[in-house]
Nanobody, 120 residues
Framework: QVQLVESGGGLVQPGGSLRLSCAASGSIFSINAMGWYRQVPGKQRELVADITSGGSTNYADSVKGRFTISRDNAKNTVNLQMNNLKPEDTAVYYC??????????????WGQGTQVTVSS
């Protein structure tokens, strides 16, 4: 089994910063892409940013220039540095990873979600 455990959410004022972290553990042979998604009530979950094992990144237009995704392959972690936060960034943020198991099958896992609230 594999677990993704997120941390770092909370309440922040507009213009502030937060850093989300996600650690993968369990029966992991390797990890392909890792990413962060977010969801607000009544809307579909949307991609915020993702990163390949080689370090190539992809961002939603709404967060380009404000958010930075990074990962540590040795520690199986992915981080999301969020700067200049806006009220519209308020959502539950989910970590996502495509895990290659020891049986060499690919399985997508999700974290439990962490709330980010941007409000004055």
């Amino acid at each position: 089994q594999v677990q993704l455990v997120e941390s770092g959410g909370g309440l922040v004022q507009p213009g502030g910063s937060l850093r989300l972290s996600c650690a993968a553990s369990g029966s992991i042979f390797s990890i392909n892409a890792m990413g962060w998604y977010r969801q607000v009530p009544g809307k579909q979950r949307e991609l915020v940013a993702d990163i390949t094992s080689g370090g190539s990144t992809n961002y939603a237009d709404s967060v380009k220039g404000r958010f930075t995704i990074s990962r540590d392959n040795a520690k199986n972690t992915v981080n999301l540095q969020m700067n200049n936060l806006k009220p519209e960034d308020t959502a539950v943020y989910y970590c996502n990873a495509e895990i290659v198991t020891y049986r060499l099958s690919k399985v997508t896992y999700w974290g439990q979600g962490t709330q980010v609230t941007v409000s004055s």
